[in-house]
């Protein structure tokens, strides 16, 4: 996996300056754009175009908030694809509580109840990124970073949980 922050001239960070991070991007596209290679050889410009093409990339994924959540979690290893990530069984409770209501607010549809789940799935929002947060300033701060990733990762999933639902009721039920 390759290092944005690196290529980008950046400390590792989950809360990068983003102004030094449009300043580096800004610098470093106009370095490597490929207009100015058009006289050197094929080689050159091929490894000018792969570059180019990481710095947008790199870019993209750092000045998003959940990519970059994302992009870290899997660059320091705490988060791999396709391994099955273990929730725990009272988080689970309240996501299958959530999505049975959801599942009786589509077959029998009533405005107040649509508005107290969705009150509901704001609150749970709010404590995850509260979360996530807080644990994303331990890590910042030097502060047991190991254990602070784990709340990273675990709050970060979760809030990909809420989100999913809030697509769900989304699809039937404006917000």
């Known amino acids: ?21 449009k300043k580096h991007y800004y610098r470093l596209s106009r370095s ?11 080689k050159v410009r091929e490894e000018v175009l792969l570059i180019s093409g990481d710095i947008n990339t790199a870019y993209k994924v750092l000045s998003d908030e959940q990519k970059r959540l994302s992009y870290l979690l899997h660059f320091l290893n705490v988060l791999k694809d396709g391994e099955h990530e273990v929730m725990s069984q009272e988080f689970l409770m309240e996501i299958m509580d959530i999505n049975e209501a959801i599942f009786d607010l589509e077959i029998d549809y009533n405005e107040d109840r649509k508005s107290e789940i969705i009150n509901e799935i704001g609150i749970k929002m709010k404590e995850f990124n509260n979360n996530l947060d807080k644990a994303i300033d331990l890590f910042e701060n030097q502060a047991d970073r190991e254990s602070a990733l784990k709340n990273i990762k675990e709050n970060y999933l979760k809030i990909r949980y809420i989100l999913r639902i809030q697509e769900n009721i989304s699809k039937f039920a404006t917000l």
């Open 32 to 42: 490597y754009h490929p207009d100015h290679y058009t006289m050197a050889d094929d």
């Open 1 to 21: 996996m390759k290092d944005y922050f690196d290529l980008l001239e950046l400390p590792l960070s989950f809360r990068p300056d983003p102004e030094l991070l």
